[in-house]
């Protein structure tokens, strides 16, 4: 309390942890001093409506429950709880959920309807496991043993102690092991093994003690009077009368209720009428508060009614529910009538453009015969980008027939980016190497999302080719990741399979090397994988492009393939080495 107090004075800022600081505060005050218990309840009650905070307001709520409960007024601590649950869902507070839960079980506990108390018991156990909340869980099960030993059922108690007890360890708090404590040495003492009942007794008034808990305390007092039959009467008086003022003082109507009654019997068997009739009415006034059935009947009432609402709730959700279904099928029916569209209007730009680049390729061959060979290559380029794009947009198709419009969406856009890019790049010969490896990645995305994440690759280029002004040809070692990814890692079945791209600036030359650790070349039966598919056309452009090149790039182009092996001589995968003169500022 000294601890939470002084953080209070130390950080006066209003915000969610002030207000559930205020809460732990109003909780260890409501079985020692309900009145200020009460007003820091207020508290947290306003500050958490101004903030419109739910879980605060579910907080208090529980704040409330537990003082109306210390007062006997069950049908409003049930509210009150009930209301704390509908908030808790609100804001998916599981944890506070749980905890309304059990005390909803401690309400019908003393109005002993233990059937009721043994369902909310149980529910608050189902969330709590999962949770991990061992307090929570060690918490429910005491409450499960006192319902059981009340009904005299000492073998089900003593399991449900059993059950909870490493929870309670695991919680390592003296509130919960005292009551631990208590259960036990209660056992014990119906087993008529009265020392171990007293060393348990007396270590669960130790741990109260030691956590400042009078409600703790009371329960040790009444627990050592009532079950220990080896004591004096005087003794048993003693011990009963403690634990009767320890009740008044924290206005805890159920205890005052048992120490009266066990006074009232106590003062009888030393034939003192005059003490057990004034203990027997102050027991009298007190039940009478509790254990009425205009109690009981408002408590089931109010469950019904709470119940009722729960369900209209849940049914108006779920017409909304399918409300919004009906829109989102509505939706999906759109886009895929508008993808559909998109895709025909594409092939159509597609199919227009290659003709233009035929024709503007016959029209240069006829001008300009110093031409032919950069007209074949856009011819090359034209042949392979709508080859590209239309396994493109089949796996978009395949996308949104199983229902994966986010994947499909990001792939649209990034093959578009890509179109533009090979648009822009048709009708050049040469392009920046700092270009070239941004339409690489951005082809390396589109690979990546078709197969699913099949693979993992990385890009990298020395910085030489990035800083300074050397030019490639475009798409120039394109053919040769997609032949990779197509025939040896697409069939492959292993696991963590790579593909990388490097290039790098080596006496003269723009090195770039694509390596992957896919099935390799000897189960295609030698070949660079030429064959296996009708995308190994992508090979044969680079082969014809590469005669192209020999005619107008008068730099000497290599190309270079290499088996590679695993440690014990298993094909691991391929790595092509293409090498192409490095040339700076050319016109392009």
């Excluded at 208590?182 to 348990?200: E, H, P, Q, T």
Aim: proline content about 2%.
């Amino acid at each position: 309390m000294d601890s939470l107090l002084s953080w209070l004075n130390v950080h006066p800022k209003i915000d969610s942890q002030y207000i559930q600081t205020l809460h732990r505060v109003s909780y260890r005050l409501s079985e020692s001093d309900v009145k200020k218990s009460f007003a820091y309840y207020e508290k947290v009650a306003y500050l958490s409506d101004s903030m419109n905070f739910l879980y605060g307001k579910s907080l208090a709520q529980i704040n409330l429950g537990l003082l109306l409960y210390n007062a006997g007024n069950f049908s409003a601590s049930n509210v009150a709880y009930f209301k704390a649950i509908d908030m808790a869902d609100s804001c998916h507070a599981l944890r506070l959920k749980a905890v309304s839960y059990n005390n909803i079980g401690e309400n019908f506990k003393i109005l002993r309807d233990y059937d009721k108390c043994r369902q909310y018991a149980k529910q608050a156990i189902a969330i709590n496991k999962p949770l991990g909340a061992f307090r929570g869980v060690a918490i429910n099960y005491e409450l499960l043993h006192e319902c059981a030993l009340q009904e005299r059922l000492y073998n089900e108690s003593l399991d449900y102690l059993v059950q909870g007890l490493p929870f309670a360890l695991r919680s390592d708090e003296n509130y919960i092991l005292s009551q631990y404590y208590l259960g036990f040495g209660k056992l014990d003492a119906i087993s008529n093994k009265l020392d171990s009942a007293l060393f348990y007794f007396t270590k669960a008034m130790q741990s109260a003690k030691e956590e400042g808990d009078l409600r703790n305390e009371f329960q040790a007092y009444l627990a050592e009077a009532r079950y220990l039959k080896n004591i004096g009467a005087d003794k048993k008086i003693k011990l009963l009368d403690t634990a009767l003022q320890i009740a008044k003082q924290t206005s805890y109507l159920e205890g005052i209720s048992n120490a009266a009654q066990e006074l009232s019997s106590a003062y009888d068997a030393k034939r003192n009428k005059d003490s057990s009739l004034l203990y027997y009415r102050i027991y009298r006034t007190a039940a009478d508060s509790l254990f009425s059935e205009n109690n009981k009947r408002n408590v089931i009432v109010k469950e019904a009614e709470w119940m009722l609402s729960r369900k209209e709730m849940e049914n108006s959700n779920l017409k909304e529910l399918a409300k919004l279904q009906k829109e989102e099928i509505e939706i999906k029916n759109i886009l895929l009538i508008l993808t559909l569209v998109s895709f025909l209007f594409i092939l159509i730009i597609i199919f227009f453009i290659n003709r233009s680049v035929q024709f503007k390729k016959k029209r240069e061959e006829a001008a300009f015969k110093q031409k032919v060979a950069e007209t074949q290559m856009q011819a090359l380029k034209a042949q392979m980008n709508p080859h590209f794009i239309f396994n493109n947009f089949n796996s978009i198709e395949n996308f949104l027939i199983q229902n994966d419009r986010q994947i499909a969406g990001a792939y649209f856009n990034k093959l578009a980016s890509l179109i533009n890019i090979m648009l822009d790049n048709s009708n050049k010969r040469v392009i920046p190497v700092s270009k070239n490896k941004a339409a690489l990645e951005l082809y390396m995305e589109l690979q990546q999302l078709r197969y699913r994440n099949k693979f993992s690759y990385n890009i990298s280029f020395d910085k030489k080719l990035l800083s300074e002004d050397f030019d490639v040809p475009p798409f120039l070692v394109q053919p040769y990741i997609e032949n990779a990814i197509v025939n040896s890692i697409a069939p492959c079945d292993k696991e963590d399979l790579e593909l990388s791209i490097k290039a790098k600036f080596e006496e003269g030359y723009v090195v770039y090397t694509i390596k992957d650790n896919g099935i390799g070349r000897k189960k295609l039966n030698g070949t660079l994988n030429r064959g296996a598919n009708e995308e190994n056309t992508g090979i044969d452009v680079a082969d014809e492009e590469i005669s192209v090149l020999t005619k107008h790039w008068p730099e000497k182009y290599d190309v270079s393939v290499t088996d590679l092996y695993d440690n014990y001589g298993k094909p691991d995968g391929t790595k092509v080495e293409v090498k192409i003169r490095a040339r700076k500022q050319v016109i392009r």
